[in-house]
């Protein structure tokens, strides 16, 4: 049975709650979800319950996102790094592979680089780089880091936060960007996403994802390097509708030794939560050949070094 509990970091001077779910035995997996304003854990939580067949899974909001109260900070790519590493080595120390959806997957890679030996493996669920505002320019503008001081603002910042995650933004940005149906985020699912983007604090980090405030690289190259230096078996998953400009970059990854592509025939950005059972078996049969590899390769020293011996 899946359980939830709170825990606590500090950051700034900030007590900040956040909630993990669990479930499973084995070896241990760490879910962490993407960026966006409408993210939560709750979005992974169906993969969570599929690898929970033979694994014991761990999902956790990032600070500045879940469905609990923020504080107002200056959320920075540093906050998120700083605590993914508390995270790995505090609350979760015996992670055998992170799987990362969206922008998360930056994340999970330059942790792999900079604290080697806290993440095995890695699975990477339509990763991105780079914000959609300057995704959909092609660059970085200055009035992004004033749009970012502007809806800090208590009155006005709220208003135009709210103009920008209401229920017709959010339904249309979902058409046309996260979801293959049309029609998947209706009803109590788009109440429940509505819900996440109100709650008190939310505008802080969602306006520093939307404007590339959360990017840890500035492009392509840099992504890759990021891949290569991170150097452990890496499986890559996105859906054949993803958008083309996104696509692009995921596709970029298949030249990379350490990289496994696996493209599925439906899907764009949200394919984790739209399609679980297709990304939960793929994310098996990566783990698990992995697995039997290391197996062959112990059990070939073993009797290498039996042989030695006699």
Known sequence: M???????????????????????????????????SISTRAEMRPLLELLTRAFHVTAVDWPGFGDLP????????????????WFLNEISPRTHAVIAAGHAATY???????????????????????????TMMGAYRPWFARARKTV?????????YRLNVSRFVVAK????????DPNWLSGDSLRSKLAVTRCQGARHASVRFVTGGFDLVASREAFLDLVRRANIP??????DETPPKSRAEMEALAQLTSVTIR????????????????????????????????????????????????
């Open 2 to 36: 899946t359980t939830t509990r709170r825990i606590q970091c500090k950051w700034e001077g900030h007590a900040i709650t956040l909630q993990v779910d669990e479930d499973g035995s084995g070896s241990s997996l760490v879910l962490l979800p993407a960026l966006s």
């Open 70 to 85: 923020r504080p107002r900070a200056n959320w920075t790519p540093d906050t998120l790094s700083t605590f993914l590493n």
């Open 108 to 134: 999970a890679l330059y942790q792999a680089v900079n604290r080697p030996n806290t993440i095995g493996r890695l699975v990477l669920i339509a990763p991105t780089w780079r914000g959609p505002l300057p």
């Open 152 to 160: 800090d603002l208590p009155m006005i910042g709220q208003l135009l």
């Open 173 to 180: 940005m979902a058409r046309e960007h996260v979801y293959s």
């Open 234 to 239: 890496t499986l890559v998953i996105f859906g």
């Open 263 to 310: 493209r599925l025939p439906r899907g764009k950005l949200a394919i984790h939560e739209e399609f679980p059972d297709l990304v939960a078996s793929s994310i098996e049969s990566f783990l698990a050949s992995r697995s039997e590899h290391v197996c062959l390769v112990r059990s070939r020293i073993c009797r290498e070094a039996r042989s030695t011996i006699t």
